[in-house]
């Protein structure tokens, strides 16, 4: 990965054949429509929609964006056919190996090629669909990084929170969940009685997308990651009104404040959870000051939904990773493999596999696991597998689960944890910010490791003497 240029990495992908065309989708429902049915199905190409009834030819939209383990795979500089814990182990030696280099200003980048202010700002001459049949309007904020400043530090903040558009083109709504970083950045000028400056980028390479959306830790710079992962510094302008950091490579970038108490409806919009949660709320303003955009700007979507979709499969990998990272942090052994599973948006369900060395170690792992930073936002199920188990295979895990596990002994419930109103199944009413969890041993009982009956499948070493001789007869894995 050599750039941080968006059109560049589009050249790659259709190099790649992994990216569809379409001309002429109408941003009120039917290119929504079109993305809602591509997600179905992972590894379909990314769109790029173009010609869009009403608006100007080349202003476009892409979505389905990384929604391909390919995608994902070759978005991070790794071979086209990496696997899925392939990627779950890239991350896991970034997370180990990288430095933090902090990003370098420039005095100008293609971001600037065309610059609104004030009375001039019209969010509304973008395409910006209304990405589901319900939504309570259009949301210009899907694959998006909303940037903050901590007001007692210089930790920037990159995370991507949903932002509503209205029809007056010179505001937005933000939405950002409970104990998310924006959240606790944003109060915290509030609680002075001051604006929290804010900047918004909605078209980008999708490197920022990935890293925007993962768990950095509190207090670490998104930009100073990506720069560690690149080996170089991300080149940024300073907000002419916010003097906050933009990516000079950014499609489309606006700036602004959200002032206390500046509130408006926003919602109900589709979330990542696969249901219309979050209801219609009373939301913060981002009043926009200033609007950046490139020549035929692509505004750039991560389309939450029933999963998979945009918005869970690759924050899989990543959040595997750091859970893998926290388990062993803690000072556990015998790791060998994590899955957040994409039907559960990479947070409902964990499987962890495990060598067991000692009794009681699954049932340590599936506790700190469902527990840990990584693992506990919005969590429901944890499940602890034996080595032999792919987590990344449900079937191996639900076989494990049919046949290594007693209900009377292996389950157990823990209530009061942290989830998010976006939750279904959370509570309490009128709050909806806890939910229950359960973690799941399916390894062999410890008490029967060396009586436990003996798997009905080749061996490892039968099956490289089978695949060296018949690889001509055998399908591709």
């Given at each position: 990965?050599?750039?941080?240029?968006?059109?560049?990495?589009?050249?790659?992908?259709?190099?790649?054949?992994?990216?569809?065309?379409?001309?002429?989708?109408?941003?009120?429902?039917?290119i929504g429509g079109i993305v809602d049915i591509y997600?179905?199905?992972?590894?379909?190409?990314?769109?790029?929609?173009?010609?869009?009834?009403?608006?100007?030819?080349?202003?476009?939209?892409?979505?389905?964006?990384?929604?391909?383990?390919?995608?994902?795979?070759?978005?991070?500089?790794?071979?086209?056919?990496?696997?899925?814990?392939?990627?779950?182990?890239?991350?896991?030696?970034?997370?180990?190996?990288?430095?933090?280099?902090?990003?370098?200003?420039?005095?100008?980048?293609?971001?600037?090629?065309?610059?609104?202010?004030?009375?001039?700002?019209?969010?509304?001459?973008?395409?910006?669909?209304?990405?589901?049949?319900?939504?309570?309007?259009?949301?210009?904020?899907?694959?998006?990084?909303?940037?903050?400043?901590?007001?007692?530090?210089?930790?920037?903040?990159?995370?991507?929170?949903?932002?509503?558009?209205?029809?007056?083109?010179?505001?937005?709504?933000?939405?950002?969940?409970?104990?998310?970083?924006?959240?606790?950045?944003?109060?915290?000028?509030?609680?002075?009685?001051?604006?929290?400056?804010?900047?918004?980028?909605?078209?980008?390479?999708?490197?920022?997308?990935?890293?925007?959306?993962?768990?950095?830790?509190?207090?670490?710079?998104?930009?100073?990651?990506?720069?560690?992962?690149?080996?170089?510094?991300?080149?940024?302008?300073?907000?002419?009104?916010?003097?906050?950091?933009?990516?000079?490579?950014?499609?489309?970038?606006?700036?602004?404040?959200?002032?206390?108490?500046?509130?408006?409806?926003?919602?109900?919009?589709?979330?990542?959870?696969?249901?219309?949660?979050?209801?219609?709320?009373?939301?913060?303003?981002?009043?926009?000051?200033?609007l950046m955009y490139r020549n035929d700007p692509i505004?750039?979507?991560?389309?939450?939904?029933?999963?998979?979709?945009?918005?869970?499969?690759?924050?899989?990998?990543?959040?595997?990773?750091?859970?893998?990272?926290?388990?062993?942090?803690?000072?556990?052994?015998?790791?060998?493999?994590?899955?957040?599973?994409?039907?559960?948006?990479?947070?409902?369900?964990?499987?962890?596999?495990?060598?067991?060395?000692?009794?009681?170690?699954?049932?340590?792992?599936?506790?700190?696991?469902?527990?840990?930073?990584?693992?506990?936002y919005a969590n429901h199920y944890t499940v602890v597998?034996?080595?032999?188990?792919?987590?990344?295979?449900?079937?191996?895990?639900?076989?494990?689960?049919?046949?290594?596990?007693?209900?009377?002994?292996?389950?157990?419930?823990?209530?009061?944890?942290?989830?998010?109103?976006?939750?279904?199944?959370?509570?309490?009413?009128?709050?909806?910010?806890?939910?229950?969890?359960?973690?799941?041993?399916?390894?062999?009982?410890?008490?029967?490791?060396?009586?436990?009956?003996?798997?009905?499948?080749?061996?490892?070493?039968?099956?490289?003497?089978?695949?060296?001789?018949?690889?001509?007869?055998?399908?591709?894995?």
């Amino acid at each position: 990965m050599n750039s941080l240029d968006l059109r560049d990495w589009l050249a790659q992908m259709e190099h790649a054949g992994d990216l569809q065309r379409v001309a002429g989708a109408r941003r009120e429902d039917e290119i929504g429509g079109i993305v809602d049915i591509y997600q179905r199905r992972m590894g379909r190409p990314t769109v790029l929609f173009d010609d869009i009834p009403g608006f100007r030819r080349g202003y476009r939209v892409l979505a389905n964006i990384l929604t391909s383990r390919k995608r994902a795979a070759l978005t991070l500089g790794l071979p086209a056919n990496s696997t899925d814990l392939d990627l779950v182990r890239f991350w896991r030696k970034y997370l180990t190996d990288a430095k933090a280099v902090p990003p370098a200003f420039v005095n100008t980048g293609p971001v600037q090629e065309n610059v609104q202010s004030g009375t001039d700002v019209n969010l509304c001459q973008f395409p910006t669909p209304k990405w589901h049949e319900f939504d309570g309007g259009p949301y210009i904020g899907t694959g998006c990084i909303v940037i903050m400043q901590d007001p007692d530090s210089d930790w920037i903040n990159l995370g991507t929170y949903r932002l509503q558009a209205y029809d007056d083109g010179h505001i937005a709504a933000l939405m950002v969940s409970k104990g998310k970083h924006g959240d606790i950045i944003m109060r915290r000028y509030h609680q002075r009685g001051q604006p929290c400056p804010v900047a918004v980028v909605v078209g980008m390479h999708p490197i920022f997308l990935v890293v925007g959306g993962i768990e950095i830790p509190y207090g670490i710079g998104e930009y100073d990651a990506i720069g560690g992962f690149l080996g170089g510094a991300v080149p940024v302008i300073k907000g002419p009104r916010t003097g906050l950091p933009i990516p000079t490579h950014a499609e489309i970038a606006f700036e602004g404040t959200i002032t206390p108490g500046d509130l408006i409806k926003e919602g109900p919009f589709g979330e990542w959870t696969g249901y219309y949660a979050g209801g219609v709320r009373n939301l913060p303003v981002v009043r926009i000051d200033t609007l950046m955009y490139r020549n035929d700007p692509i505004l750039t979507g991560a389309v939450p939904a029933v999963p998979p979709c945009d918005d869970t499969y690759w924050r899989g990998h990543f959040r595997s990773a750091a859970v893998w990272g926290q388990i062993e942090g803690a000072g556990v052994p015998g790791v060998k493999g994590v899955w957040a599973h994409e039907a559960g948006g990479s947070r409902f369900w964990l499987t962890i596999a495990i060598e067991q060395m000692y009794p009681g170690h699954a049932k340590q792992v599936g506790l700190i696991a469902s527990q840990c930073h990584a693992g506990a936002y919005a969590n429901h199920y944890t499940v602890v597998v034996d080595e032999d188990i792919d987590p990344a295979n449900m079937e191996e895990v639900i076989w494990a689960m049919c046949t290594r596990v007693d209900p009377r002994e292996d389950l157990d419930v823990i209530k009061g944890c942290w989830s998010t109103a976006l939750d279904p199944m959370s509570y309490p009413e009128g709050e909806r910010s806890l939910n229950a969890r359960v973690v799941i041993d399916a390894c062999r009982p410890w008490t029967k490791r060396d009586t436990f009956p003996r798997v009905a499948r080749s061996t490892k070493e039968m099956d490289a003497q089978i695949r060296a001789k018949w690889a001509h007869v055998l399908p591709e894995e």
